[in-house]
DNA sequence: ATGAAAGCGCTAACAT
DNA sequence: ATGTTAGCGCTTTCAT
């Protein structure tokens, strides 16, 4: 029996004798044979890896994005290369150096921000690329685009339904994309229910937790303070929170807020925060989706492909009616 | 010039002609080349890639350690390749399978609980591996020992040190070693002051919030309630911490809580929660330390190697002086 | 239905 | 110092 025979017999190829496939079973489990992945690439020329790229594993977002997309690329037969960046460009060509040379047949770039000259490389090579918000259009790579506006108008109308008219908004850091386009839709929200914005109520955090309890401080200083906070992501909510607990300020009875990302610590605060959620299962899902598209398509799109994931509402115990408008308009109010 | 030459050159052989070197390089830039590394693999026969196996990188406890592990791998131009198991042991041999098929040349097995059969393959083809706590002493076998006395015993310390005399513990499941082992720290820790334990104030969690939310309401609902819980996780102190939320319980004014493991969410909660730290950086550093050592020794070790990390308490916000012990013994202390 | 042989991209041994 | 050749473990023609 030859090599040819046995490779047959293991990849099912129907013309093999079903006697000799049984040995060939047999003998693969009597001697624990195990195909090497390896050489089957190198004559294939399918690595079957995929690459993620991710900003630090340690920031909460991402560790259910690696998780799901890990998931679901075992299931398909793929095998992960990851990498974290830390927002390093140096690091970020290093890892896109990496992936090249283990012949990976796609890319998900799921760092926010940056979509850099150091993919050339990638692109060059027809590698499959997906981006999350910031990708360009051309062929074989797609894009994730997030729906702000969807999650955080239901944030809005929820807090206007609460009475709140003070109405505060911590952005992200202005350099990126993402929070500029979370305040975009705040601000675009706020009109849709018939308000002007007030600028007093707009400061800029970090998307850091220090950030936004720096940002809260702030807010809290003005004259006209607050009493519903709505933050770019949940860490400067969790600012939020650390500040006013040090200010003896309770939530939700003083002050409601509202988070964005439904990190999977938001459900862990006291109190639950009410929060904008993104699905990061569902963002690694799409990813994965249009990286193996992208692979099994022959010919490429020129334009790339385009995915819309939305954001919604998650309600739990950070907001509440604005204590001082229920009285002000006859509510009644337990204390 | 041949292939050879130019696979000389790239490996930096030092007998080639400057001149070629040179060339080959300018022509690496301008073809934007780079090596296969499955091939080289083949013909090397090292695929310079470590396995690593979590049980859920969405449990808090893990992400840290990945990041870490995939740091110092990739400045040891090594790969890895992740698994999370979610503790299905199928999905534990399958992604052993996989790691066979890739060619590891090592596995940290970072998950709790479990040192199975299921290893068998990877033992027979003496591939280096790193367990916590529960692996068996054999050759190119490592094991990471926690050391949970230490911090256990500062932690009890600690509290008892602020007066409390009712300490209660919050185990984790009693069919998992470690949690098992952090019990018997608490037990021995509690005999070397000089006590002895209450058993009524030993209660089990399960290692989730919900656990330690369920398990604190049984100690609250005691005639003898404690006045200090320490936990088996952090989770667990969580749990604690929103039942004490939910029954208006302050902590640390009314009862002090000490978790174990020190994730990063720990840092975050209101009060920012005392907790036994077991470093997660440490823990893989050590576990790519071990695999490395195993893979440049040449003759195995008869009984495998041994480490261990110690543990050691982090004082935060919640845990303060018991204040009915403080006033019973004349201390003042303000509301 | 099976075997022989070529070749995937690279490195190492041998030859020059 | 460089080129030639063989071979890593596998799949895939091409014969038979």
């Known amino acids: 029996m030859s090599t040819a025979t046995v490779s047959r017999a293991i990849n099912r190829v129907p013309t093999v004798n079903p006697k000799l496939v049984q040995r060939v079973w047999r003998a693969i489990k009597e001697l624990g ?22 900003s630090e594993l340690t920031n909460p977002f991402f560790p259910e994005i690696v998780q799901v997309f890990e998931t679901i690329a075992v299931r398909h ?25 283990r012949q990976v047949e796609g890319v998900a770039v799921m760092t926010f921000g940056m979509e850099d000259a150091v993919l050339e490389d990638l692109k060059l090579r027809q590698v499959p690329l997906v981006f999350v918000d910031v990708g360009p259009r051309r062929p074989r790579v797609s894009n994730l685009r997030i729906d702000y506006l969807s999650g955080i108008r239901q944030a809005v109308q929820h807090v206007a339904a609460l009475r709140h008219e003070r109405i505060a908004f911590i952005t992200g850091p202005h350099t990126l994309k993402s929070a500029m386009a979370r305040k975009q839709a705040f601000l675009k929200a706020i009109h849709e229910i018939g308000r002007d914005p007030d600028m007093e109520l707009i400061v800029e955090g970090n998307h850091t937790m220090e950030g936004g309890r720096l940002a809260c401080g702030h807010l809290l200083a003005l004259a006209k303070k607050p009493t519903a906070i709505l933050c770019s992501n949940d860490m400067t909510a969790i600012g939020v929170m650390r500040r006013c607990y040090e200010d003896g300020i309770a939530i939700p009875r003083d ?8 990190i999977r610590l938001a459900q862990f605060m006291l109190p ?6 993104m699905s990061q299962a569902e963002l690694a899902r799409l990813a994965f989706d249009a990286l193996l598209a992208e692979v099994e398509r022959e010919e490429p799109l020129p334009e790339g492909s385009e995915y819309v994931l939305k954001t919604a509402l998650i309600e739990r115990e950070s907001t509440a009616i604005c204590r001082s408008n229920a009285a002000a308009s006859g509510n009644a109010r337990k204390e």
Not at 41 to 51: Q, W
Not at 82 to 100: A, G, H, W, Y
Not at 255 to 262: E, M, P, Q, T
């Open 255 to 262: 002050l409601s807020v509202v988070g964005f990302d439904d």
């Open 77 to 101: 037969h793929y095998e992960i290369l990851l990498t974290s960046t830390m927002n390093d460009p140096e690091q970020m060509e290093s890892s896109v150096r990496r992936m090249i040379e």
């Open 272 to 277: 639950p925060l009410t929060t904008v959620q």
């Open 33 to 54: 044979y195990y195909p090497n992945t390896q050489a089957r690439a190198l004559v294939s020329g399918r690595s079957r890896i995929f690459g993620l790229i991710v």
